[in-house]
């Protein structure tokens, strides 16, 4: 059967592909009356990006901003990334994380080696990592891996003398996803870059088990870093303790209130912010969750609350509501090739090759 979204009368050049259902923020919103501040962003210069714990507020808005500039502006013609090669390799299967990464150094003329598939590699012939990573020295200026084994990023940067980005490592951490989930959060919401009234702040829902989930992981630690506009996240997960003793510390330190509980129906209609994620990773596969953990057009959101879901979903998050005001996940999963496109430019020292005229840089 053809979906009743297949349109035959409507050419396709008359629709803007950025323009999906649901929320489409501005970038321009996160910019307006506002500089960059580049001498920020040049911290990033050959480093590796490999956890949220590396970010400060400040860098972390500098970043965003950056990647509206990038999103608002044609810069493509000035060649940023040209003659620069960036490996991507990925041990794990990926829609989103590979091809933004792809797209964002391609629309910057740069060029890509990828690995989409690791057992391609000569690991099927049982070669270590860290030899593999020796070789990436050579063959590229920058590597994005994603592996599923959380203790990968140690095996390959054993040899690695280029800086390299952690594009999800088992349960480990997943920080460039949770600077795209903050770039949609801050493009819809501008105002969360100051410091908000008391009565302003943001009651934050995070569906999953931060402790076990990459995404969630690193979407936490992130938050943590806005807590002066949060005034309370609340973890809804099957287990009982979804945060485990690191992240309980982090949690503590940033004297954020937090409560757990087991049902999204206790707190959904209070909450501001949805991050939702599959429930469970289990090796290749998910496991799929009951209605507790749900949501679908009977949910009882917040008029003006918003979805995010790092995606893939199954049917935790049910598609009717993508046509809705609530859905913040398409713009989410968009903006993560300016994002990319942001790290790489900071990364690989190319400001001076942004057109001047578009960006003034002091
Ligand atoms: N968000 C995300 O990591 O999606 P993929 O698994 O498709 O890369």
């Given at each position: ?68 500039l990038l999103e608002s502006k044609e810069i493509a013609q000035s060649h940023p990334l040209d ?280």
């Amino acid at each position: 059967m053809v979906s009743d979204k297949f349109r035959p009368e409507e050419s396709t050049l008359d629709r803007d592909p950025l323009e999906s259902e649901g929320l489409n923020p501005d970038p321009e919103r996160l910019i307006k009356e506002d500089t960059i501040n580049f001498e920020v962003l040049k911290k990033l210069t050959g480093q590796s990006v490999l956890s949220v714990n590396q970010f400060d507020k400040e860098l972390v808005l500098e970043i965003c901003k950056f990647a509206a500039l990038l999103e608002s502006k044609e810069i493509a013609q000035s060649h940023p990334l040209d003659g620069k090669i960036v490996i991507t390799a990925f041990f794990e299967a990926s829609t989103r994380t590979r091809l933004s990464f792809e797209s964002a150094v391609l629309r910057l003329d740069g060029k890509i080696i990828s690995i989409p598939e690791g057992g391609t590699t000569g690991q099927a012939k049982g070669e270590s990592l860290s030899d593999i990573g020796e070789m990436f020295n050579a063959y590229g200026d920058c590597v994005v891996i994603r592996h599923k084994d959380t203790s990968a990023l140690g095996e390959i940067m054993h040899n690695l003398r280029i800086p390299l980005i952690n594009a999800g490592n088992g349960t480990g951490e997943h920080p460039t996803q949770s600077l795209a989930d903050w770039f949609a959060i801050l493009k819809w919401k501008p105002e969360l870059k100051e410091t908000l009234n008391a009565a302003d702040r943001m009651h934050l829902g995070i569906l999953g088990t931060p402790g076990s989930m990459r995404a969630v992981n690193s979407f936490l630690r992130m938050s943590l870093l806005f807590n002066q506009n949060i005034k309370q996240i609340s973890i809804v997960s099957e287990m009982a303790d979804p945060l485990g003793e690191e992240l309980t510390n982090k949690v503590k330190e940033s004297g954020m209130d937090i409560i757990i509980t087991n049902d999204v129906n206790d707190v959904v209609s209070d909450l501001d912010i949805i991050y939702m994620n599959s429930i469970a990773f289990l090796g290749d596969s998910y496991k799929s969750l009951d209605s507790r953990f749900k949501l679908d057009e009977k949910t009882k959101l917040k008029d003006d609350a918003v979805v995010l879901h790092p995606l893939a979903r199954l049917d935790e998050l049910d598609p009717m509501l993508d046509g809705t005001h609530h859905n913040l996940y398409f713009t989410q999963a968009h903006g993560a090739v300016f994002i990319r496109q942001a790290l790489f430019v900071s990364i690989l020292n190319r400001f001076n090759r942004l057109p001047k005229e578009e960006i003034p840089i002091k």
